[in-house]
């Protein structure tokens, strides 16, 4: 699949090839983007099987898509799930930030997620994730005054709930 707006790059499903790549470019994006997680983001947060079997997790209903470079080597993704409305993930290599990629890859979840009938999309981010959030508010998306917290890997995580009208 390929979208308009970002030369050289284009958009397709997610393959069990591309496990790897992805879980490189969450690794990337977190040491940039979750500074405020501290010494937690400098090793990698999950194992190669942990991106195995978001892949295979993500066969249809659900979807995965790669944003890749001319050579074909990935530079963001986003994982959408249609039974309920959630953008469940999008992350772009730091690499590559600021030229669109996350713009075109938030479009296709929208896209995705329209297509199977949904009317609403909802997400959680981090409470001081202040680049996602103007990211998401950008496109639309509002808190909805819920949040979730949890404990990732010893440290408390409070995430906000964002949603937007498709």
């Not at 947060?45 to 790669?66: E, K, Q």
Request: hydrophobic share 40%; net charge negative.
């Amino acid at each position: 699949m390929t979208e308009g707006g970002v030369p050289g790059i284009n958009l397709r499903r997610a393959t069990a090839r591309d496990a790897r790549a992805i879980g490189e470019v969450f690794d990337a994006s977190v040491r940039v983007g979750w500074r405020y997680l501290g010494e937690l983001v400098r090793e990698p947060l999950f194992s190669a099987d942990d991106w195995d079997r978001l892949v295979a997790d993500h066969a249809p209903p659900n979807v995965l898509l790669v944003a890749t470079d001319e050579a074909d080597r990935v530079v963001g993704y986003t994982a959408v799930h249609p039974d309920d409305g959630e953008m469940f993930l999008l992350f772009v290599d730091p690499e590559h930030a600021g030229r669109g990629i996350g713009r075109m890859l938030l479009s296709a979840a929208h896209d995705a997620l329209s297509a199977t009938g949904c009317t609403e999309a909802f997400l959680f981010t981090h409470e001081q994730n202040e680049r996602a959030l103007a990211v998401y508010a950008s496109a639309g998306y509002r808190p909805d005054g819920s949040s979730r917290e949890s404990d990732f890997r010893g440290t408390p995580v409070r995430e906000l709930r964002l949603v937007k009208r498709l």
